[in-house]
DNA sequence: ACACCTTTTTAGAACCATTATAAAGTAGAT
DNA sequence: ATCTACTTTATAATGGTTCTAAAAAGGTGT
């Protein structure tokens, strides 16, 4: 199966769920951002089959946890994921409330010169609300 | 009264409350990150005066609907608020779950390349996740 | 001061995304 | 097949935020 690596690096057993979760998450051409309900509802729709939120939520953090998916930091009621875990950017379309990708290559490099003692730079993200 | 202005701007009349909220707020040297819960706790020690939440919750989203606040974008089970509404950035150290303010200067200049048609760009927004 | 009407405060309830629980089911090892 | 640890699931608990509606305070005209 084409997700054991993915499972297994995260601690998690190939279980018929957890594979259906996979599918929905990482078969596709295109990456993608999605709230755990979300999810769950693509889930239902596109496999026919209801996985319990409980289990959409562990193996979700599992990954996320491992690097496989990016939780996403924006303001909103519901945490929002990406299945796009290259470093890259959003914007943030305020009207329609939708998140749009923005490659590193249509940022600048971005320079951090402040330092703060003993820690260092995990990430850099950028979000740019848009407006009419 | 020194807070009239941003209240009647804001569309409040300067109550007890209020006024008590902004001078927590704003009577300060120094801006600064807080939670609804932070901003409550603090008016009850710094003032002795206990505030319903509701109120603190009103305030603080009519203050911030007018821009005399900003909403940190973050990942957190509570909203972050900031005091300090100048175009400005943030580290967030993610062993002491502190956000540090990161100066516009401290940044190099950011130029966002790809363009969303009709849409214009509201801010600019750079969250820098700090370890050990 | 008083009456009258509007706005505000407040305690508590409701809401809802997320997390915890624990019983029933499943997978992998022997 | 049996055993054991892990997993799924329904459901409850948690907790930040929002809503409600009754009491309190503010403003206005007399
Ligand atoms: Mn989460
Ligand atoms: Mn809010
Ligand atoms: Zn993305
Ligand atoms: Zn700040």
């Known amino acids: 199966m084409k997700y054991l690596e993915k499972l297994?690096?995260?601690g998690l057993r190939p279980t018929k769920q957890r594979l259906q979760i996979?599918?929905?998450?990482?078969?596709?051409e295109k990456t993608f951002h999605f709230?755990?309900?979300?999810?769950?509802?693509?889930?239902?729709?596109?496999?026919?089959?209801?996985?319990?939120?409980?289990?959409?939520?562990?193996?979700?953090?599992?990954?996320?946890?491992?690097g496989y998916l990016k939780q996403i930091p924006i303001n909103s009621n519901q945490t929002y994921f990406d299945t796009n875990i290259s470093d890259h950017h959003h914007f943030y379309d305020l009207k329609e409330e939708k998140l749009i990708d923005l490659d590193n290559s249509d940022v600048g490099p971005i320079n951090i010169l402040k330092k703060i003692n003993g820690k260092k730079i995990k990430s850099v993200e950028v979000l740019v609300k848009l407006e009419d």
Do not use: G, M, P
């Open 8 to 10: 297994r690096n995260s």
């Open 22 to 28: 996979c599918e929905v998450l990482f078969d596709t």
């Open 35 to 66: 709230t755990i309900n979300d999810l769950a509802n693509k889930i239902k729709k596109q496999l026919n089959n209801k996985i319990s939120l409980a289990t959409v939520y562990n193996t979700v953090h599992a990954f996320e946890k491992k």
